[in-house]
C-alpha cells in the first residue's frame, strides 16, 4: 500500500516537470500569416464571456431534499464555471427567470420576455440519491437551457459513489459534489470561449502562435487549445456555396501566457492544413491523466484502514 502511494506522487511529480517552456520569446522571429477565408470581426475578436446563472436542480428523491443535494449540486457546477470562462450570474437576481425555466420544463416550451440577466441558464435534477452504511451514491442530469428561447441545447448526465467510514449525511453531499466533478469535462467545453489566432513565430523547427485568450479566460500552462478554421466549399453539381468547420490539430499553452493573451507551441507538421490569421481555437478540457487512479488509490487506503482497524 505505500509503495501504490510513493509511485502515485513520483507520478505527479513527472507529470508537473513536463511543462511547455519558451525560454526566450525574442529568439523567435515573426513569420508572415495568410488569411482565413472568413475573418472574425472587431466585435467577435473584442467578445465579452457568455452570462450564466445556475439555478438548485430539482430534488426527485426524500434523500435528496433531507440533505438539500439541488443547492450543493448548483454550488458545486457554478465553482466549475469559476475559472473565468463564463461570467456567473447571482440567480438571487433571477428570480422571475427561474420560475419560467421552470414552467418551461414542465410544459416542454416556453419563452422568456423578462429582464436579460444571462445568455444562459443551468437547470437539472438530482434523480438518484442512496446511503449505506460505507458508501453513498448520487445521480441526475445537468440542463443548459439558451436565454431567450428557454430551448434545452444540451444535457449531461453525472453520477458518482463514494465509500466513507460513516453512513451519515455528509457522505451524500461528497458524493453529489464528486459526480459534478465528474461531468466538469462536458460542461467545460461546452462553455469553452472562442479565442483566434493572432501572430505567428518561428525559431529553427519550432513554431510557436498568439491568441487572445489567457488567464482570465480560464488557459492556464499546459492546457491544450484546438485550433479549427471555417473554410468554404463549392458544391460541382449545384455550385452551391457552403461552409464547414475543420480541426485542423492542437497546440499547448506555454509559459508565456497574460490575462488576455498567451502563446501556443504547436507543431506544424501535425496540422491538417497551415493555420491562417483568424482561425479560431478553443480551450480543450480533458481529464487529468492520474485523475482515475487518484481516487483508486484513495479509496483502496481508505478501505486497507477500516480492514487492520476491523483486525
Given at each position: 500500500?505505500?509503495?501504490l ?19 526566450n ?8 500569416l495568410?488569411?482565413a ?7 467577435q475578436?473584442k467578445?465579452?464571456?457568455v452570462?450564466?446563472v ?6 426527485n428523491t426524500?434523500?435528496?431534499k ?5 443547492t450543493?449540486?448548483a454550488?458545486?457546477?457554478e ?6 470562462a463564463?461570467?456567473?450570474?447571482d440567480?438571487n ?6 420560475q419560467e ?13 423578462g ?5 444562459f ?8 440519491a442512496?446511503?449505506?452504511?460505507d ?6 442530469k ?11 441545447v444540451?444535457?449531461i ?7 466513507g467510514?460513516?453512513?451519515n449525511s455528509?457522505l451524500v453531499?461528497?458524493a453529489?459534489t464528486?459526480?459534478i ?13 472562442k479565442?483566434?489566432?493572432l ?5 529553427n523547427?519550432e513554431?510557436?502562435y498568439?491568441i487572445?485568450l ?18 468554404r ?11 464547414e ?7 499547448t ?14 507543431e ?14 478553443k480551450?480543450?478540457?480533458s481529464?487529468?491523466m ?6 483508486g488509490?484513495?479509496?483502496g487506503?481508505?478501505?486497507?484502514s477500516?480492514l487492520?482497524?476491523?483486525?
Amino acid at each position: 500500500m505505500r509503495l501504490l502511494l510513493l509511485l502515485f506522487l513520483l507520478l505527479c511529480f513527472i507529470v508537473a516537470g513536463c511543462a511547455p517552456t519558451i525560454a526566450n520569446l525574442g529568439e523567435y522571429h515573426a513569420v508572415q500569416l495568410s488569411q482565413a477565408d472568413f475573418m472574425p470581426t472587431a466585435e467577435q475578436v473584442k467578445s465579452g464571456k457568455v452570462k450564466v446563472v445556475v439555478f438548485p436542480l430539482t430534488e426527485n428523491t426524500d434523500l435528496a431534499k433531507r440533505t438539500n443535494l439541488g443547492t450543493v449540486t448548483a454550488g458545486a457546477v457554478e465553482s466549475q464555471l469559476a475559472d473565468g470562462a463564463v461570467e456567473l450570474v447571482d440567480r438571487n437576481n433571477a428570480y422571475k427567470l427561474r420560475q419560467e425555466v421552470q414552467l418551461a420544463e414542465i410544459n416542454d416550451h416556453g419563452t422568456y420576455n423578462g429582464p436579460e440577466v444571462a445568455d444562459f441558464a443551468i437547470s437539472g435534477s438530482v434523480d438518484k440519491a442512496t446511503l449505506g452504511n460505507d458508501r453513498a451514491a448520487v445521480s441526475g442530469k445537468i440542463k443548459i437551457i439558451r436565454l431567450p428561447s428557454l430551448k434545452i441545447v444540451k444535457t449531461i448526465t453525472f453520477s458518482d459513489s463514494v465509500l466513507g467510514t460513516s453512513g451519515n449525511s455528509s457522505l451524500v453531499v461528497t458524493a453529489a459534489t464528486d459526480a459534478i466533478h465528474s461531468a466538469r469535462i462536458e460542461l467545460k467545453n461546452y462553455f469553452a470561449k472562442k479565442g483566434y489566432v493572432l501572430e505567428k513565430r518561428s525559431k529553427n523547427d519550432e513554431t510557436i502562435y498568439k491568441i487572445n485568450l489567457g488567464t482570465e479566460d480560464g488557459l492556464k500552462t499546459g492546457d491544450t487549445c484546438q485550433i479549427y478554421t471555417i473554410s468554404r466549399t463549392v458544391n460541382a453539381i449545384t455550385q452551391e456555396e457552403t461552409t464547414e468547420e475543420l480541426l485542423l490539430g492542437e497546440g499547448t499553452v506555454s509559459n508565456q501566457i497574460g490575462p488576455n493573451y498567451s502563446w501556443l507551441i504547436v507543431e506544424d507538421a501535425d496540422m491538417q492544413s497551415p493555420v491562417r490569421l483568424g482561425d479560431y481555437i478553443k480551450l480543450k478540457h480533458s481529464k487529468e491523466m492520474l485523475e482515475g487512479y487518484s481516487k483508486g488509490i484513495l479509496e483502496g487506503l481508505s478501505l486497507g484502514s477500516k480492514l487492520l482497524l476491523s483486525q
